[in-house]
């Protein structure tokens, strides 16, 4: 069984880059910085559901200090001149017993390469090996790229909730 904290795999992108998927470590924050500062207002408005172009050192905190229980957390990694870079990231956190929360962000220059997808796939194999139940995501309605990721790995909308958000569940 995969270890949350230990978690590497190689996959291929749709053009056919490598990237390594792997667990987000503590010494990764500055990359994770020039990742969010390589991601364009729009895809950061997408993931965070507000206009955000920096985070406080309590947001930092928090999306650096992963425990692999309640909060995981996956990077995607491709070379860039000769150096590994941080493209993409997905984690989910436990919400309740059983649930957790899910959510990506993927670099402007790598959306559509199968990223998001990617880091969708490993952190469901995450999921069920802890014995998770269900995944829950939140998506804006006009983000019809992470809808159809979400859709293609089987998440069907819930009812209720915030009308401007489209709450989507997926049973483990």
């Known amino acids: 069984m995969p ?3 230990n978690y590497a795999v190689s996959e291929c992108l749709r053009d056919g880059r490598r990237v390594k998927i792997r ?3 503590p010494d990764d924050e500055d990359d994770m910085l020039a990742a969010i ?4 207002s729009q895809s950061l408005q997408r993931r965070f559901f507000v206009s955000k172009r920096s985070f406080s050192e309590k ?3 928090f999306f650096m200090n ?3 229980a309640k909060h995981v957390a996956l990077v995607a990694l491709a070379d860039e001149d000769g150096r590994e870079v941080i493209i993409g990231g997905g984690r989910y956190v436990v919400a309740a017993s059983g649930v957790a929360e899910i959510a990506f962000v993927v670099i402007d220059d790598y959306q559509g390469q199968g990223v998001a997808t990617l880091l969708m796939h490993h952190l469901i ?3 069920r090996t802890t014995g998770l139940k269900q995944i829950v995501a939140e998506v804006l309605p ?3 790229a992470m809808r159809k990721i979400f859709s293609k790995f089987g998440f069907h909308k819930r009812g209720g909730g915030d009308p401007q958000i489209i709450c989507l569940v997926l049973p483990l």
């Open 125 to 127: 194999i995450l999921a």
């Open 59 to 61: 947001e930092v905190a």
């Open 37 to 40: 500062s390589r991601t364009g």
């Open 66 to 68: 992963i425990d692999f």
């Open 23 to 25: 667990s987000l470590r």
């Open 142 to 144: 006009e983000n019809a």
């Open 3 to 5: 270890v949350p904290e």
